[in-house]
């Protein structure tokens, strides 16, 4: 049955955000024939899981970008959420649209630099040729930097030393350990060993002091990047990849008592934002003690959508919980590292798993669409 059809009157649920959760969850509606719509600021949803070997490979952005009227028709609406209105409960979009919601689903997902998030009003083929834009600056420099250790800047760092072997990559971080400090230690000390294997040069315990004169994103030779320890490196290309942060523009000041100290909104066993028991937190904005990842949003949208389901039809609801982590870092398309349900795997398994195709596949089969 399709998104605007439902044999339950006066039923219409509103999915903020269309990330991993945002499709996973109109995807699990549009199954159960519940009316909804799906709202973003993109008119496609992006894979941002291979936004990374977008920035370094030409040619491969186009396949992380997939629209969503063509998977969701009428039921995609394309704008930035402003604010809710929990007493009319409706959303108000930029412009002053009002739509209407009996069950509302927020996904809004986190915010970051660029090129490892792209959260802007655009085209897809605005968004397509900004990644091409910045694989020719990458292809410019004889020497990049990437600022920031954790699993973005690991994975940034390898996919350019990967694609460019002879170019010059350095790798500035805050702290000692690489990537998540929810990663076994094992699997943070092997993320390491292949970037020293591939030539990348690491600066650790080092934090940047001058981040905020620098030219970042744009070749701009010998650009000189000084840490808190007093060294200079000196580098063409800049690239940042800290600073994430909970998408919260959308929900902030109207849950503004359900917000956690980061941003996320607390939520119950259920995930209903607290106080509100036709509101669900989905995803990275919701305050979850685990790795924000695209997997657990996709297991949150089950939860909330079930729970919709469920509270509709006067079953018992179903509860979430966390699990062992499981976490996969590609380091370029011939090797990585990670974990199964806290197990650490082979590099081979990973990188035949995850690193060689980005999971592209998995994004395109849930949008019913074919791969170009």
Known sequence: MGGQTSSMEGVHVLVVGGGFGGIAAAQHLKAEGLSFTLIDMRDAFHHNVAALRASVQPGFAQRTFIPYAETFGESFVQG????????????????????????????????????????????????????????????AANSVLVIGGGSTGVEMAAEIKTEYPDKKVVLIHS???????ELLPSVRQQAKEVLLEKGVELGLGQKVSNLSELQLNVTQKNQEVRTERGEVWTSDLIICCTGLKVNSAAYASSFSGCLAE?????????????????VFAV??????????????????????????????????????????????????RDDGVGQFNGLKLPRCVVALGKSRDLLLWKSWKEMKQQQP
């Open 283 to 332: 995803g990275d904005c919701a305050d979850v003690d685990e790795p924000k990842m695209a997997y657990h949003a996709g297991l949150h949208a089950s939860v909330a959508v079930s729970n919709i389901t469920n509270s509709l039809s006067g079953k018992e609801l179903i509860s979430y919980r966390t699990g062992n982590i499981t976490m996969l870092l590609a380091m370029g």
């Open 175 to 181: 702290r000692v350990a690489l990537a998540d400090p």
């Open 80 to 139: 930035r959420v402003q604010r809710v209105d929990t007493k009319k409960q409706t959303v108000v979009l930029e412009g002053g649209r009002e739509i209407e919601y009996s069950h509302l689903i927020l996904c809004t997902g986190t915010d970051g630099a660029f090129p490892g998030k792209f959260n802007t009003v655009a085209s897809y083929r605005r968004a397509v040729q900004a990644y091409e834009d910045f694989v020719k600056q990458v292809q």
């Open 262 to 278: 980061n941003g996320t909104l607390k939520v119950n066993d259920h995930l209903q934002v607290t106080g509100f028991s036709n």
